[in-house]
């Protein structure tokens, strides 16, 4: 009796204990919830300076993401991420290597300390003076970044052309209302910084 009054306690406190857990799970951020849909909420502002098109298995790439403009420079492309098919270090170590060899040594070591991620960036001007950044990447298991060998290339200061030609043309179309509510929006809020 004793062992049936202990075993039917633990499972009491068992699904006590689940049912808390599960409504204490943050599922909102932000005043967005995760499940709702986008279109209920019409104060966002749709700024897609650049639009993006996925490839998928190509010449020994895996996937890649091909953004282009759609204000400053609309069509055309403005930043290129792939991810290779091979993940391994080895293979990371054998394209350093070769980018090494036709580039030169990079600019910058963005990686981290810990051996995780891997990361080297050149930099570069084209002939027609825009900047180029070129990444090479390789992920052991930062969920923040894809995992695997990665390379992208981009014009950040097209990016950031594209990214203020979209601003100023949102800004000039708003109304003093909606001027002011952008203005009430910024201010700092714990109910939305917090996950609830």
């Known amino acids: 009796m004793k062992y049936f009054t202990a075993t039917t306690l633990i499972i009491i406190a068992l699904l006590s204990f689940t049912s808390v857990a599960a409504h204490d799970t943050p599922t909102e951020i932000g005043g967005f919830k995760l499940g709702e849909f986008i279109t209920d909420y019409p104060q966002i502002e749709y700024s897609d300076y650049l639009k993006e098109v996925v490839i998928n298995d190509w010449h020994g790439f895996r996937k890649g993401i091909i953004s282009y403009g759609t204000c400053a420079y609309p069509g ?9 098919q091979n993940s391994s270090k080895d293979f990371y170590d054998e394209l350093l290597k070769k980018l090494r060899s036709r580039y030169g040594k990079p600019d910058e070591w963005k990686g981290d300390s810990f051996g ?24 052991l298991g930062d969920d923040n970044e894809n995992i695997g060998n ?14 203020f030609c979209v ?20 201010k700092p809020d714990w109910d939305y910084m917090l996950p609830r």
């Open 76 to 84: 055309r492309i403005v930043k290129i991420r792939m991810k290779y």
């Open 116 to 139: 995780v991620l891997y990361v080297w960036k050149w930099r570069f001007v084209d002939k027609d003076n825009r900047r180029v950044n070129l990444i090479l990447q390789h992920n």
């Open 150 to 163: 990665m390379v992208k290339l981009s014009f950040p200061e097209i990016e950031e052309e594209e990214r």
């Open 167 to 186: 601003i100023d043309f949102f800004e000039k179309n708003k109304t003093a209302e909606e001027k002011e509510v952008i203005k009430q929006r910024m």
